[in-house]
């Protein structure tokens, strides 16, 4: 009677256990490390600015344009809003 064989096939790793253990403890670490700083970056918000840096922009022909958001986050014009309007005050 033949015996049969397993359906699978232990392969003996190219390098030292201790190697692997290595391997696997700075994948984990990693790992952790990415998670962490993931976390801490979902958490945070953008950060307001002050009302200092809110100041509207005021053109020469007396027209202002807002330099922050109604809830404080900074407008990023693509041009100076003032170009048309005789330059900024």
């Known amino acids: 009677m033949m ?7 232990v392969l003996k790793a190219p390098f030292p256990s201790s190697t692997m253990h290595r391997l696997i ?5 990693s790992f952790a ?9 979902a958490a945070s918000s953008p950060s307001r600015p002050s009302s200092n840096t809110c100041r509207p ?3 020469a022909n007396g027209r202002t344009y807002p330099t922050c ?3 404080g986050y ?4 693509f041009a100076d809003p003032c170009r048309y309007n005789g ?3």
């Open 87 to 89: 330059g900024r005050r």
């Open 74 to 77: 900074p407008i990023n014009y």
């Open 69 to 71: 958001t109604s809830q």
């Open 57 to 59: 922009i005021v053109c």
């Open 33 to 41: 490390a990415v998670a962490s700083i993931g976390s801490v970056l």
């Open 25 to 29: 403890t700075l994948s984990v670490a």
């Open 3 to 9: 015996s049969e064989k397993p359906p699978h096939r």
